[in-house]
């Protein structure tokens, strides 16, 4: 089975900063890699899908990039409504996988 | 627009059963998507279930849930199921369908499963 390790577990961050959060999968998956966010008592929202291609309506701010192994989601200025958890996950049909990282709680320092 | 509406939550015995639905509305269900199951524990991550193929031929489940859950479709209805037995305790959890087109680009709003004596 492919195993999705997501980092950090946590990050808090001030009003425009950079955000970078990590996910590494244990053996290559191309770009079959999405970023969802899931605001406090709310449904999870896909951001970005295929790594690096940002879903329409979200915010050009989020960005991804990566493939194989590593891959990135970037916030360029964090934004008080970025408050939130971002999972990362494998959506790959062969091998069948989708498996989400563990999490990142983003919170405003 | 698309909608999906999850129903059939609530508070079961362990080793009991539980069938969810999921409605789908403003597109055919059986139209090129995989349809997936993902569940939540309480403040918890994100879990994925089990998926069915957008043309029923292929279904894959968690691990967690292989053997006790099935998962299925009623094109004539526009509905997805999730037939879950034997539950456990650690089965308690918020319930998405979730449709996937590059990513899980709808989800429903959830039903939720508890699980208790």
């Known amino acids: 089975d492919i195993q999705m390790t997501q980092s950090p577990s946590s990050l808090s961050a001030s009003v425009g900063d950079r955000v970078t959060i990590t996910c590494r999968a244990s053996?290559?998956?191309?770009?079959?890699l999405a970023w969802y966010q899931q605001k406090p008592g709310k449904v999870p929202n896909l951001l970005i899908y295929?790594?690096?291609t940002l879903q329409s309506g979200v915010p050009s701010r989020f960005s991804g990039s990566g493939s194989g192994t590593d891959f990135t989601l970037t916030i360029s200025s964090l934004q008080p409504e970025d408050v939130a958890t971002y999972y990362c996950?494998?959506?790959?049909?062969?091998?069948?996988?989708?498996?989400f990282g563990q999490g990142t709680k983003v919170e405003m320092k | 627009q698309v909608q999906l509406v999850e129903s059939g939550g609530g508070v079961v015995q362990p080793g009991r059963s539980l069938r969810l639905s999921c409605a789908a509305s403003?597109?055919?269900?059986?139209?090129?998507?995989?349809m997936h199951w993902v569940r939540q524990a309480p403040g918890k991550g994100l879990e994925w279930v089990a998926v069915?193929?957008?043309?029923?031929?292929?279904?894959y489940y968690a691990d967690s849930v292989k053997g006790r859950f099935t998962i299925s479709r009623d094109n004539s209805k526009n509905t997805l199921y999730l037939q879950m037995n034997s539950l456990r305790v650690e089965d308690t959890a918020l319930y998405y369908c979730?449709?996937?087109?590059?990513?899980?680009?709808?989800w429903g709003q959830g039903t939720l499963v508890t699980v208790s004596s």
């Open positions: 996950q494998i959506y790959s049909s062969a091998p069948p996988t989708w498996t």
């Open positions: 295929a790594a690096s």
């Open positions: 069915i193929w957008y043309d029923g031929s292929k279904k």
């Open positions: 403003g597109f055919t269900l059986s139209n090129t998507y995989h």
């Open positions: 979730a449709r996937q087109y590059r990513g899980y680009d709808y």
């Open positions: 053996q290559g998956i191309s770009n079959y």
